[in-house]
């Protein structure tokens, strides 16, 4: 049986860690089904990991359902999550309500994720809900206002904790079924989890978050750069460099092929 919004709800109550990673392609998204991921994220970083941007603002709706399309043919067993990306939910619910309803009938995304909890945006998440699409929620560092904020880490001071704190909560009463809390202090992404009875799920926000998600080229040591607080846990760009200079040498010293 897949992994379900409503079962996320379950395992925080149960205590059970959430692991969460992004895909972007067919080969990756099936090893992580199949490693037992919980949840694959098709994040908006793919601009950046898949298709050479700096920033996840110049990436398209039909560039997202053209990658989730690709994981979702892989993804048998996780709940699968797409991005919404930047101004294709901001602009009015009936936007946002359009992109979401594209991303679950064309690519077949079992929820969507979006960025912010100010007023407008929980009232999105509301409306969305009402129309039967899950939502997983996302604040603290919102990558598509960098242009706004920076890549900074957000929530240091009491007011702007305050007002992130609201913002979780203001996501949970419109019907999110889950948050990312991303690049904020521990202790206020641990008061965000302790007030909220849906799940976080952290990146760069301590240890106390019901889950973790990362992306997955950080995690794999493929991208040239990663935030301090990613992990590697194999250094695959190194492990390609090497695999492929051995071809080369093979094939331009004639070892390769072998008759
Ligand atoms: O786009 C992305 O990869 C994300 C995760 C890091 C949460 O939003
Ligand atoms: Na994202």
Not at 22 to 32: N, S
Not at 171 to 185: D, N, T, W, Y
């Amino acid at each position: 049986m897949p992994v379900t919004p409503q079962q996320l709800i379950q395992w925080k109550q149960q205590g059970r860690t959430i692991v969460a990673l992004t895909a972007w392609d067919y080969g990756f998204a099936q090893i992580l089904d199949q490693s037992g991921v919980d949840v694959i994220l098709v994040g908006d970083s793919l601009a950046m990991v898949a298709l050479g941007y700096e920033t996840t603002l110049p990436v398209t709706l039909d560039e997202m359902l053209h990658h989730a399309k690709a994981v979702r043919r892989a993804v048998k067993q996780a709940l699968l999550v797409v991005d919404l990306p930047f101004l294709s939910y901001q602009e009015s619910v009936q936007q946002a309500i359009h992109s979401a309803g594209r991303t679950l009938k064309e690519a077949g995304a079992q929820a969507v994720k979006l960025e912010g909890g100010y007023p407008a945006i929980a009232e999105t998440v509301a409306h969305l809900v009402r129309a039967g699409i899950p939502v997983m929620g996302h604040i603290g560092l919102t990558p598509q206002s960098v242009r706004q904020l920076g890549f900074k880490q957000q929530g240091k001071s009491p007011e702007e904790g305050e007002r992130i704190l609201s913002e979780a909560i203001a996501l949970e009463q419109a019907g999110a079924f889950s948050i990312v809390v991303e690049h904020v202090p521990a202790d206020l992404a641990l008061q965000i989890t302790q007030k909220l009875t849906i799940p976080t799920i952290g990146i760069g926000a301590g240890v106390h978050c019901d889950g973790q998600v990362l992306v997955t080229t950080d995690v794999l040591g493929l991208g040239t750069w990663k935030p301090p607080f990613a992990k590697s846990y194999v250094n695959l760009h190194e492990l390609i460099t090497q695999a492929v200079q051995n071809y080369s040498g093979e094939v331009r010293s004639r070892e390769f092929p072998e008759s």
